[in-house]
């Protein structure tokens, strides 16, 4: 069970070649990994990355297995990409990159084989582009192979903001396990679509919550009296960088997660969170908005300095557990409006955690390992139900 969980049902790599607006041609590496199609179709998203590797896409599809497991909606877990740097690519060319990517991987997406979504890189925008280029390979419009796809086409009007809400709602049930009283000081390393959404919906609740750091790749401020998230979506919105906001004092990137604060949400990059910095988190819970900011390592050391660290597998799920909403959605051909696909992403971590946090009391283990105990444990069951072919 162990080595078939380990590996990857099936993992390709493809070319992209596209025309360039210069009338040249460009050819991009493209990558989709199904690592589970056991207790539903793949799921997982599309990434944009000048990084990005076939062994990264490979841990993300895992991690997405677990994570539709440990919510329990009926997915398994994908993911896929291309390596480029899409600020470098007009939008026609994105689209032409875009459609080609879809093209190339056709025959494995799909309603019932693997439905894609938003990631790093990639928004709504693209995912229309992918929807349209499959249903006139299609010649029909059957289901959807994206999800995160605009509401003009049938996408959820919550969805785009479903995980940056998932992530403060885990905020507010982490700060309940630990019994925190207000102000509650929060720290949010990573100011985008998941940060922003995060900081926006915990800043709501200004009594409760204060936003003392914000930063994203240009660097960070810090303010102890608090930073107004409104104030800082403005300022982003006009064009300005958020290092050069006008309240507080500038950080580095590496400093902000070192802010004193009683929560840190890490909602940008992996490992930024490692060895070499994890005995400065000065926070007293890590909520994971990103995927894998904490090094295996780092997460040891985080454990036994006693912080509670709330794994990305449970943390940003808002996203899948949207999109699987949005699909339902899709199927009944019934709109949901924006309240409640919030209230089915609230209800669904709720659940999740509470069931992780009761494996970790009983096996006396910290919640990340709670969470994959649980998730691999139901992917498992799975398995052993449904027997090895032939």
């Not at 041609?25 to 590797?53: A, M, N, W």
């Not at 398994?76 to 060319?93: Q, T, V």
């Not at 289901?143 to 885990?170: D, I, L, N, Q, W």
């Amino acid at each position: 069970m162990v080595e078939m969980l380990g590996k990857p049902r099936r993992a390709i790599e493809v070319a992209v070649p596209i025309r360039t607006d210069s009338g040249g041609t460009r050819t991009f590496d493209g990558y989709r990994v199904q690592h589970s199609i056991t207790r539903g179709p793949g799921k997982g998203g599309v990434r944009y990355h000048p990084e990005l590797t076939l062994n990264e896409v490979r841990a993300l599809a895992m991690n997405m297995t677990w994570k539709c497991a440990l919510v329990e909606i009926p997915y398994g877990g994908a993911k896929g990409g291309i390596r480029c740097d899409p600020h470098e690519l007009s939008e026609y060319e994105l689209e032409r990159m875009t459609r080609r990517y879809a093209s190339e991987i056709m025959a494995l997406i799909g309603p019932g084989r693997d439905v894609l979504a938003p990631d790093i890189g990639t928004s709504e925008r693209e995912m229309a582009w992918i929807l349209d280029t499959y249903n006139a390979a299609l010649g029909m419009t059957l289901g959807a192979p994206v999800t995160g796809k605009p509401v003009v086409v049938g996408g959820s009007s919550g969805r785009r903001r479903a995980t940056g809400y998932g992530v403060a709602e885990c905020v507010k049930l982490a700060i309940g396990l630990e019994g925190l009283a207000p102000p509650v000081r929060v720290v949010i390393a990573g100011f985008g679509e998941v940060g922003r959404v995060a900081a926006e919906t915990l800043g709501a609740d200004g009594d409760y919550f204060t936003i003392v750091g914000a930063g994203d790749v240009s660097g960070g401020r810090h303010d102890p009296t608090g930073l107004d998230p409104a104030a800082i979506g403005r300022h982003l919105d006009g064009g300005g960088a958020l290092v050069e906001l006008p309240v507080g004092e500038a950080v580095t990137p590496e400093l902000l997660l070192e802010v004193d604060c009683d929560v840190l949400i890490p909602a940008a990059v992996g490992g930024v969170i490692n060895e070499g910095n994890s005995d400065r988190i000065a926070a007293r819970i890590v909520v994971e908005g990103a995927n894998g900011p904490t090094t295996f390592e780092a997460d040891a050391q985080l454990e036994g300095r006693g912080v509670t660290v709330v794994p990305d597998v449970l943390a940003n799920a808002g996203g899948v557990i949207a999109s699987h909403l949005e699909s339902v959605q899709g199927v009944q051909g019934a709109p949901w409006t924006t309240e409640e696909t919030y209230r089915g992403v609230q209800q669904r971590l709720q659940g999740a955690f509470a069931a992780t946090c009761e494996i970790a009391a009983q096996q006396a283990v910290a919640l990340r390992e709670a969470a994959l105990c649980l998730s691999i444990g139901r992917v498992a069951t799975a398995h052993r139900t449904l027997g090895l072919y032939p």
